[in-house]
């Protein structure tokens, strides 16, 4: 267990919704980092928060939004749901901002009909 | 931008042999090199990582070394195991808050 919790764990819906994903870092990580992970691919870095402000942005789609709540949960908001949208999404969390161990969630499964 | 390039895509070795995997990180500015491990359908875990001021580190049957001024960095696992079979992932971060990750190699024991 490694300590940061991700809700849901599967999700299906359908084209053109919208869904939030929901991440608990680990108690006093500060930094939460979202990734996408489609089928045998890759881990996309999506974007970065610490305490609370935004640290950097990846390739992130306009229609996905995230923030992170005064409590350091994290949420990744995903509308317009396209196919492609499809995917693991993983937030992990870290200590420090920039460099250090990624302790990563279970991860949110994501499938658009 | 930032990327980080990540060969091979799929590796096959015996029992018992070595495995080498190679990165290539973009950017100078990143200080930070670690290594996931993937586990099939599970989450990533870190079993390595090195700094920019280090050359080369070890933990039992892995390492990694870094070369700075080639922008390389490349993983070594001996003595290869069927458990040691998963995909990894290397990243670079430091500086942009960015923490870039490898396509990921995925790696089968053949026992």
Do not use: M
């Not at chain 1, 979202?34 to 928060?49: A, E, T």
């Not at chain 2, 930032?2 to 950017?27: F, M, R, W």
């Not at chain 2, 049957?61 to 290397?90: G, M, W």
């Amino acid at each position: 267990d490694s300590g940061v919790t991700q809700t849901p764990k599967h999700l299906i819906t359908a084209t053109g919704q919208r869904v939030t994903l929901r991440c608990s870092p680990r108690s006093g990580d500060l930094s939460v980092y979202w990734y996408q992970q489609s089928l045998d691919q890759g881990l996309q870095f999506l974007i970065h928060y610490y305490n609370g402000e935004e640290r950097a942005k990846g390739n992130i789609l306009e229609r996905f939004s995230a923030q992170q709540f005064p409590d350091l949960h994290s949420e990744l908001n995903l509308s317009s749901l396209e196919l492609g949208d499809s995917a693991l999404y993983f937030c992990a969390s870290s200590v420090t901002p920039d460099t250090g161990e990624l302790f990563f969630g279970e991860g949110s499964r994501l499938t658009v009909l | 931008g930032e990327n980080v390039e990540q060969h091979p895509s799929t590796l096959s070795v015996q029992e018992g042999d070595s495995a080498v995997i190679k990165c290539t990180y973009s950017d100078s500015a990143s200080n930070y090199f670690p290594w996931y491990k993937q586990e099939l359908g599970k989450r990533p875990q870190l079993i390595i990582d090195i700094r920019s001021n280090v050359g080369e580190k070890k933990d039992q049957r892995i390492a990694v070394t870094l070369n700075k001024t080639a922008k390389h960095f490349s993983l070594h696992i001996t003595e290869t195991q069927p458990e040691d079979s998963a995909v990894y992932f290397c990243a670079a971060s430091g500086g942009t808050y960015k923490y870039i990750f490898g396509t990921g190699t995925r790696l089968k024991v053949l026992a």
